[in-house]
């Protein structure tokens, strides 16, 4: 196979997924099996100096980047029930929210696995209006620390 024949080939691979995955026929919880839980990627979880952890997310599905997790949504996914938004009432690096996880995929797995590479997206936003999720973030890389 030459080259544009793999490219071509692994879009529609892709393509094929992907419309299976934003079809009304695959269920939330099918959905949240497509790659690893919070729990098995998030190393480290501070905010305002105080520890947080995978509980304090709540998890979304967004049809461009699909499994996301949303952090402070003043909603507690375990209970099902609100909860108190979070406030840092001092400024600097030790009072806002600090995170470490885990944005690759096992290597011993192959590039179908990662069509746009490894990383993540990471974006800051107020929750009281609408945004377009797909912009104003920061692109995650394996091995770095990013800052934002």
Known sequence: MNTDDKVNFINTIYSAARSTMLSNNMTNDERKQLNFGLDDVLFF???NNQPCSSNDF???FDRYYGNCFIFNSGYNETTGEKSAIRKS???????GF????YVGYND????LNSIHGKGGFAKVENSSFLLDDTTDGI????SKISIF
Do not use: A, D, E, K
């Open 89 to 95: 009432l001092i400024s600097g690096g030790y009072y």
């Open 98 to 101: 600090q995170f470490q996880l």
């Open 139 to 142: 692109s995650l890389s394996p």
């Open 108 to 111: 011993q797995l192959s590039l």
């Open 58 to 60: 709540v998890w979304h």
């Open 45 to 47: 979880c501070l905010f």
